[in-house]
């Protein structure tokens, strides 16, 4: 079976309980093997601590997005960052 889709993301109330929570460890782990057995990339969301994004890493979360990196921002000062 074919699945229309190369990118799986996990919603952020997998994440807001990482990573003390073993629910929450155990589904991101299965979700993240899952989504790769099939040949997907994962994108983590609403990471807003570095405890989540370290044990994103560590389960290969390929992409993680949230405020623990910067908080939304204007395109003008998005720009300077990159610049800079």
Same mark, same amino acid.
Not at 12 to 25: E, G, M, T, V
């Given at each position: 079976?074919?699945?229309?889709? !190369?990118? &799986? ?8 309980? &990482? #990573?003390?929570?073993? +629910? =929450?460890?155990?589904?991101?782990? =299965?979700?993240? =093997? @899952?989504?790769? !057995? &099939? ?9 807003? *601590?570095?405890?989540?994004?370290? %044990? @994103?890493?560590?389960? /290969?979360? !390929?992409?993680? *997005?949230?405020?623990?990196?910067? +908080?939304?921002? #204007?395109?003008? !000062? %998005?720009?300077? @960052?990159? /610049?800079?």
């Amino acid at each position: 079976m074919e699945i229309p889709a !190369d990118i &799986l993301k996990i919603d952020r109330s997998f994440i807001i309980h &990482l #990573p003390d929570n073993k +629910k =929450s460890q155990h589904m991101c782990k =299965s979700i993240t =093997s @899952l989504a790769h !057995d &099939l040949g997907m990339t994962v994108v983590a969301e609403g990471v807003e *601590q570095t405890s989540q994004a370290v %044990f @994103l890493y560590s389960i /290969n979360c !390929d992409y993680i *997005q949230g405020f623990c990196f910067y +908080k939304p921002m #204007p395109f003008e !000062d %998005f720009t300077s @960052l990159i /610049n800079s």
